[in-house]
């Protein structure tokens, strides 16, 4: 099954910088990337995703970038502000069974400091 | 934005006691999940549920724990027995389509057995 190591797990910036959460899978044949952030007391939301046909996406301030060869994934917030402060989990699709599940990442506690 | 209704939001319960968490699914999806997150931890499947069955399940999901579509909105996770180590916050989640994408978290449920 597939298995979801990220890095790092605090992770600590000055408002205005630049933040890098880095993820790698497992399984070769995964096709399917989100990165949800969670807040104190909320579910998870999903705020990104990417595909394996591409290599990169951008929404905003936020980007996904995939790198299928070396199977690792990486999120990238640019111009941090505080309320980006959160626990960010990176995933990667199961599809053990008919109907597909996620496997997590364990985490990263994202602080940015104003 | 369409939402995954989770009730209540905390439970307390004594060891040995029996809940039952509720999640009213987004209307159009008909891809229901469990996972739990206990304190600190990373976000740990549970089980999926399709066309009023059991899709998967993890080695988590053991005879304590069953779910239910008891009616055309409600996805119902029930534990039995309730053990400390069963304390944790539990989300539901709910897709419109196999492949996970558009998934959608619930705020949670924060089961405490004491």
């Known amino acids: 099954g597939e298995n979801v190591e990220q890095h790092p797990s605090t992770l600590s910036v000055q408002e205005g910088d630049s933040a890098v959460i880095k993820c790698t899978y497992s399984?070769?044949?995964?096709?399917?990337f989100p990165w949800y952030k969670q807040e104190l007391g909320k579910g998870p939301q999903l705020i990104i995703d990417?595909?394996?046909?591409?290599g990169e996406k951008k929404d905003q301030r936020i980007a996904v970038t995939l790198n299928k060869t070396a199977k690792h994934f990486s999120l990238h917030i640019t111009e941090t502000q505080p309320e980006d402060s959160a626990v960010y989990f990176c995933?990667?699709?199961?599809?053990?069974?008919?109907?597909?599940?996620?496997?997590f990442g364990k985490g990263t506690k994202l602080s940015v400091k104003p | 934005e369409p939402e995954v209704t989770q009730t209540p939001s905390h439970q307390v319960t004594q060891m040995g006691q029996e809940v039952i968490l509720r999640c009213v699914p987004i209307?159009?999806?008909?891809?229901f999940y469990w996972y739990r997150q206990i304190l600190g931890q990373k976000v740990e499947f549970l089980v999926s549920?399709?066309?009023?069955?059991?899709?998967?399940k993890s080695e988590i999901f053991d005879d304590q724990f069953s779910v239910e579509r008891p009616d055309g909105s409600n996805f119902t996770l029930k534990i039995r027995s309730t053990k400390l180590e069963d304390s944790a916050m539990y989300f539901c989640?709910?897709?419109?389509?196999?492949?996970?994408?558009?998934?959608?978290f619930g705020s949670g449920t924060r089961l405490t057995v004491v």
């Open positions: 989640a709910s897709s419109e389509t196999t492949g996970l994408v558009g998934y959608t």
């Open positions: 399984d070769s044949a995964s096709n399917y």
């Open positions: 990417i595909r394996s046909n591409v």
């Open positions: 995933a990667a699709p199961n599809y053990g069974g008919s109907q597909g599940n996620l496997i």
């Open positions: 209307s159009n999806h008909l891809y």
């Open positions: 549920f399709y066309n009023n069955e059991i899709s998967e």
